[in-house]
């Protein structure tokens, strides 16, 4: 497994948001969390990436206990994520975007960087080439010199999924990837989200789209009020009463 999630609770004063959540990703897997709006599912998230402590509970990524470490220091064990809203630079292109986001990978101190010696260069040269590659793959060649701002917001979406990627992940955390997407969108980024998984790179997605769920995933997991009411395959999470009559509904 590449990530456990055991018991883990969040509560804000008297609001328990997350109540006791424990399951498991294997890897190269790809998992998805649904459940009505105010189910838990992004602080779910959240509290698992480090941008929240959990009050209880705890969590393992790729061996290491995560539970009480900050985001920037989860993320530098390779577990990368975007976010529910397109987080971007958006007066710099494309390509600015993904290289920027690539920081954490830098291996050469960064007085040498300041000072441009050979190897801080080369090393620019490899990262760069490397973002260079995740566009190509994310279909975001062609507008790679446009400014962030000006991108349509299919497009907005992808490149928040690039910028995720720039970071290496071993695990990526998807919020809301196809939030706001047409139908054209939609189909695109499920494409990428599997090209993603083939590379090796597992998933944890939260989704409200239904239907992209059952296609994409291998299981489910489904949140209500805070606590976990359902796990499984999609065939088994679509036919289980609980969660039809909590988020699904009879039709």
């Known amino acids: 497994m590449i990530l456990e999630v055991v018991g883990l609770t969040k509560q804000f004063g008297g609001l328990v948001a997350v109540d006791k959540v424990s399951f498991n990703v294997a890897k190269s897997e790809i998992l998805g969390i649904i459940g009505p709006n105010g189910a838990g599912k992004s602080v779910l998230l959240n509290t698992i990436s480090g941008f929240y402590t959990p009050n209880k509970g705890k969590v393992v990524f790729d061996g290491h206990d995560i539970t009480r470490l900050k985001a920037h220091q989860i993320s530098s064990l390779g577990m990368g994520r975007n976010f529910q809203s397109s987080v971007l630079f958006m007066s710099q292109t494309v390509s600015e975007n993904v290289f920027f986001a690539s920081h954490q990978n830098y291996r050469t101190p960064i007085w040498e960087r300041i000072l441009r010696v050979p190897s801080a260069i080369k090393e620019?040269?490899?990262?760069?080439?490397?973002?260079?590659?995740?566009?190509?793959?994310?279909?975001?060649?062609?507008?790679?010199?446009?400014?962030?701002?000006?991108?349509?917001?299919?497009?907005?979406?992808?490149?928040?999924?690039?910028?995720?990627?720039?970071?290496?992940?071993?695990?990526?955390?998807?919020?809301?990837?196809?939030?706001?997407?047409?139908?054209?969108?939609?189909?695109?980024?499920?494409?990428?989200?599997?090209?993603?998984?083939?590379?090796?790179?597992?998933?944890?997605?939260?989704?409200?789209?239904?239907?992209?769920?059952?296609?994409?995933?291998?299981?489910i997991i489904v949140l209500d009020n805070g606590g976990k009411i359902a796990e499984g395959l999609p065939k088994e999470i679509y036919e289980n009463k609980k969660v039809i009559d909590a988020y699904l509904g009879k039709a």
């Not at 919020?175 to 090796?200: C, K």
Request: contains cysteine.
């Open 124 to 219: 620019e040269t490899t990262l760069k080439y490397r973002g260079e590659g995740i566009l190509k793959n994310l279909g975001l060649d062609s507008v790679k010199n446009e400014q962030a701002s000006n991108l349509p917001y299919g497009y907005q979406r992808i490149l928040g999924v690039g910028i995720a990627l720039a970071s290496n992940p071993k695990l990526l955390l998807l919020d809301e990837p196809l939030t706001g997407m047409n139908q054209n969108e939609i189909h695109i980024m499920v494409d990428i989200i599997q090209t993603i998984r083939d590379t090796g790179v597992t998933i944890l997605l939260i989704e409200h789209n239904v239907s992209a769920v059952m296609k994409l995933c291998d299981r």
